[in-house]
């Protein structure tokens, strides 16, 4: 069964279907039964579960497919790289510091998810592949320009990695990690000034030490700010589909503080030219915090409000408890990044030294 857009439209299909149907009707004794789509389906997915969810694949890779695709369409839409978060990192500041190079351009901007498409991590999937590509212009020049995107939810998705190397095989993956604890204080302290209300009720502590006896709003908001730091469980993942050289670890407490010296890491990482001197286009904002933008007037341009947002200082309760929850998974990412030649960040170390022995 094939999930690539012209199945709908294939011709020659239906031509075998009916020619199958006259065959069994002639030479056999089976009776053939006419049954609704809706209900053959349901039996056909019953037998076969795996294939109930589709998986695009690269579209250019068969060059059957090409010889019917539209005229209009182009595999050089499709982007050349992902950043997969994951969130309450620093992806936004990336994200900003990317679409700044003039090689580099963005996906356009969704209504619903902002800077995001996240198609390959939700129902935005089931909208196949020209959904997916009107989010991304037709460059001028495929060898030199590199179509990219962000999205956050990308990192700890089951099915993320399965179906982004199906489609974009070739593409570069980078990801920025900070501290696991500071990520999952800082994405409870996000929801919070959003109002969410389980955020509102419990106490980061009570959120992280949550058991299987609490409430089911509580257990989830437990699940967003833990899972998603065990960072070497989900690379490997990753790792599973795409070549470790296709992968960039980046440190993103590096990214606030010498920006220039990661963006250089990156433009050498993606092979890109021309080479951009971050160190004329960003300049320390000392009311912010960190670094931003310097526009053609010679002003600074920074993210919004919620970005650097100051937040009390951590339960030191809290802190101690995912310290210990992360000891294990922060020793895996270590040896990770070593093995794949990869810089272990400050951070990490720091992390690894201040736990105490169990």
């Known amino acids: ?14 031509y075998t279907f009916e020619s199958v149907f006259k065959f069994v009707q002639c030479w056999t004794n089976l009776e053939m039964k006419s049954v609704p789509p809706i209900q053959l389906s349901d039996l056909y997915f019953n037998m076969y579960p795996e294939e109930k969810n589709p998986i695009w694949q690269d579209p250019c890779n068969d060059k059957r497919h090409l010889a019917i695709w539209s005229v209009n369409k182009t595999c050089d839409r499709l982007p050349r790289f992902l950043v997969i978060g994951p969130q309450k990192t620093g992806t936004t500041a990336l994200y900003t510091f990317l679409a700044m190079h003039p090689a580099i351009y963005s996906n356009y901007p969704s209504r619903q998810t902002f800077e995001e498409v996240q198609f390959f ?16 212009p037709l460059p001028s020049n495929a ?30 993956l980078i990801t920025i990690l900070i501290s696991p604890a500071k990520r999952a204080y800082s994405w409870y302290q996000h929801i919070r000034a959003h109002k969410d209300p389980t955020a509102m009720k419990y106490t980061f ?3 992280i030490t949550a058991g299987s006896d609490a409430e089911r709003s509580l257990q989830a908001l437990s699940r967003r700010c833990l899972i998603p730091g065990l960072y070497a469980q989900h690379l490997d993942k ?36 021309p080479y951009f001197d971050y160190s004329k286009k960003l300049r320390y904002d000392r009311k912010k915090g960190f ?39 922060n020793v895996d990412l270590q040896r990770l990044l070593t093995r794949l030649g990869q810089e272990v960040p400050q951070w990490l170390r720091e992390d690894l030294k201040d736990v105490s022995p169990e």
């Open 1 to 14: 069964m094939t999930h690539m857009p012209n199945f709908a439209n294939d011709r020659l299909a239906l």
């Open 121 to 136: 991590s939700g129902n935005n999937y089931l909208k196949g592949l020209d959904w997916y590509m009107s989010f991304f």
């Open 143 to 172: 060898s030199s320009e590199f179509l990219f995107e962000k999205s956050a939810t990308y990192f700890d998705k089951r099915h993320v990695p399965e179906r982004a190397a199906a489609l974009l095989p070739k593409a570069r």
């Open 205 to 207: 502590y009570e959120v």
């Open 238 to 273: 990753w790792l599973s589909h795409y070549k470790a050289k296709q992968l960039l670890v980046l440190d993103g407490e590096l990214l606030k503080i010498n920006p220039m010296a990661v963006m250089n890491r990156v433009q050498k990482f993606l092979l890109i030219q």
């Open 291 to 329: 670094y931003c933008q310097v526009t053609n007037n010679d002003h600074t341009k920074c993210l919004g409000r919620s970005k650097g947002r100051k937040y009390p200082p951590m339960d030191p309760r809290a802190n101690k408890y995912l310290q210990q929850y992360y000891k294990r998974h």
